[in-house]
């Protein structure tokens, strides 16, 4: 079945510093790609919806310049995290839609993002 | 008010009980997701319904559009099962809104 890959799984950086996480779909061309961010024992909240292409449209309240996201292909889009602060410290999930509008969503695995 | 609502937020059973998780949802949707989180953080998405009934395995998801209620049903749980369960709606194309989440202890 179609898989999502996102890397790295875990990655602990010092303040300051930028983090990319990238998300690739395997077997399968994904013209939208979405991030999630979650907080411990919350809910994912939607960051920014990425369209192979063209810029990512980011949600009320997030910084585009602070979490960069290029889509570059069809398999793959990134997310990069830049000058990272403790607060940015959280869980971080992209999942891709196949074929179409309303086809089904595969997840990452996460990143679980740690800064010192 | 959360768009999404899910019930119980907790839920702890033997293994083999039948289970049933609720979402209710306040927006109108084009599909309804149920999605599974183990701990450790990854996600597989369950079902993606817009009416009726779904069933895989042991899982079985059903929508009530008029009454904007799904269920996700486990029979003969396994403490595999033990994971936290998800609700998103989906409006649109690009939207989901998503529920904080059905945790799940299946115990032997």
């Known amino acids: 079945g179609a898989v999502v890959s996102q890397h790295p799984s875990r990655v602990i950086c010092k303040s300051g510093t930028s983090v990319k996480i990238e998300c690739r779909s395997l077997d399968f061309q994904a013209t939208t790609m979405f991030w999630y961010r979650q907080f411990p024992k919350q809910s994912l909240m939607l960051m920014a919806t990425s369209n192979e292409g063209s810029k990512a449209t980011y949600e009320q309240g997030v910084e585009k310049d602070k979490f960069l996201i290029n889509h570059a292909s069809l398999t793959l889009s990134t997310l990069t995290v830049t000058s990272a602060h403790p607060e940015d410290s959280s869980f971080y999930i992209c999942s891709a839609r196949e074929q179409g509008a309303f086809g089904k969503l595969f997840f990452g695995s996460g990143t679980q993002l740690s800064v010192l | 008010k959360n768009e999404v609502e899910q019930s119980p937020q907790n839920l702890t059973a033997q293994e083999g009980e039948f289970i049933t998780i609720n979402c209710s949802y306040s927006v109108g949707i084009s599909a309804l997701h149920w999605l599974q989180q183990h701990p450790g953080g990854g996600i597989v998405s369950l079902f993606m319904l817009s009416s009726g009934k779904k069933k895989h395995g042991r899982l079985i998801a059903t929508i009530n559009i008029q009454e904007k209620h799904s269920s996700l049903h486990i029979t003969a749980s396994h403490p595999r099962d033990s994971a936290v369960y998800i609700c998103?709606?989906?409006?649109?194309?690009?939207?989901?809104?998503f529920g904080t989440g059905t945790r799940l202890t299946v115990i032997p």
């Open positions: 998103a709606a989906q409006t649109g194309a690009n939207n989901l809104f």
